[in-house]
């Protein structure tokens, strides 16, 4: 993945409670993000259009853009009709694909993006990647981060529980990718940005510490926090490296080989409780699997419908989706022979951790 674009390393806003949506219009409006509600707002199916219509009073220069798809053919195509009027910000409202496509947009527009997160599936609502699909195929690409982020606890229980609780997975996945870093910084002297690995770091201990779950107001917005904190930990290196390490990689083998098979965090979450098992971490291994089963999250490939084959070549293939990591995969660069008594031995250990 190219560098990421740095502009920005911090939201000028970030508020993550209940309600939070009431106060969207006012802060759109004081002046730093724009003088007179001049903004194009950005909407999925669903509950985006539903926070468009409460703030839309308040904002009557804004302009409403619906998009679907997550693709780059969208994102080129809201860019496009951007042109057509000069806004001051760009606000996406809705789910990841929703915040993707506007995060584009507005950043080949050159505009500021506030994000205003309906779910919390990954670290998407404040990272500077926009995961779109082109030809059938999901791509990543390099955007400023939001300028401002806005996560309403009564939207986002609203939501899909499984979509939600599959933030958990991502997050906790960044465990796993900071040890993979720090492997290619052993191995092949690859810098380490030690405030990068702080951000990083700190929300996945929290979250996997915290003994709540997604019905707790205080478990659901660590687990917000978390998720921002990680995408600003990629905007501070420029790099998706302190939350994408073989984890990822096995998630977008997964994506690529079968497609629909489980969520981006459903996915990491799995892929990084492996990548922590092949490392020999036992006492990391226990923590990540107690909190994805205490979250009713996948740990095993037939939680997600693949077979121990179908898992196999995902792993095989899965360096090939980041040709310029070096990861726990690349270190071992097992065999398929290899991969599969290593699955045996993985499903095993977990078995013993009941």
């Known amino acids: 993945m190219p560098l990421l674009a740095r502009t920005i390393l911090t939201p000028l806003h970030i508020d993550v409670r209940r309600g939070a949506v009431a106060d969207l219009a006012a802060i759109l409006v004081d002046g730093r993000i724009s003088a007179g509600g001049d903004v194009a707002v950005v909407v ?18 804004a302009d409403v853009f619906t998009v679907a798809g997550g693709t780059l053919d969208a994102a080129d195509d809201l860019g496009a009709k951007l042109r057509n009027r000069s806004y001051d910000a760009v606000v996406g409202i809705g789910g990841g694909k929703t915040i993707d496509v506007a995060k584009y947009a507005a950043t080949r527009r050159g505009l500021p993006m506030v994000t205003v997160a309906t779910g919390l599936a990954n670290d998407g609502i404040a990272s500077p990647v926009a995961s779109l699909i082109t030809d059938g195929i999901k791509g990543s690409y390099g955007v400023h981060i939001p300028i401002a982020v806005i996560v309403d606890l009564d939207f986002v229980e609203a939501g899909p529980e499984r979509h939600n609780r599959a933030g958990i997975g991502d997050v906790i996945s960044n465990i796993s990718a900071l040890a993979d870093w720090e492997l290619a910084r052993q191995v092949r002297g690859e810098p380490v940005d030690g405030l990068a690995a702080s951000l990083a770091r ?74 922590t098992f092949l490392r020999g971490d036992e006492r990391r291994f226990a923590e990540m699997s107690a909190c994805l089963a205490r979250h009713g ?11 121990d084959d179908q898992f196999v070549e995902a792993v095989q293939f899965a360096p090939a989706t980041r040709p310029d990591r070096y990861t726990i995969l690349e270190h071992l660069a097992m065999s398929p022979t290899e991969t599969r008594e290593r699955l045996a031995d993985y499903a095993g250990a977990l078995r013993d951790l009941g």
């Not at 929290?206 to 478990?219: C, I, N, S, T, Y």
């Not at 939350?243 to 994506?255: K, L, N, P, R, Y």
């Open 44 to 61: 999925g199916p669903g509950q985006g259009e539903q926070i468009a219509e409460l703030i839309r009073p308040s904002l009557r220069s």
């Open 297 to 307: 999250l996948p740990r095993l490939p037939a939680d997600v419908r693949l077979t």
């Open 202 to 275: 700190m929300g996945a201990e929290a979250v996997l510490a915290h003994q709540g779950d997604m019905g707790d107001d205080a478990f659901v917005t660590v687990l917000a926090e978390a998720l921002i904190s990680s995408g600003l930990a990629m905007a501070a290196c420029g790099t998706s490296r302190p939350s994408s390490g073989g984890c990822h990689e096995i998630m977008h083998a997964v994506d690529a080989l079968y497609p629909g098979t489980a969520s981006h965090g459903e996915l990491a979450g799995l892929g990084a409780l492996f990548c």
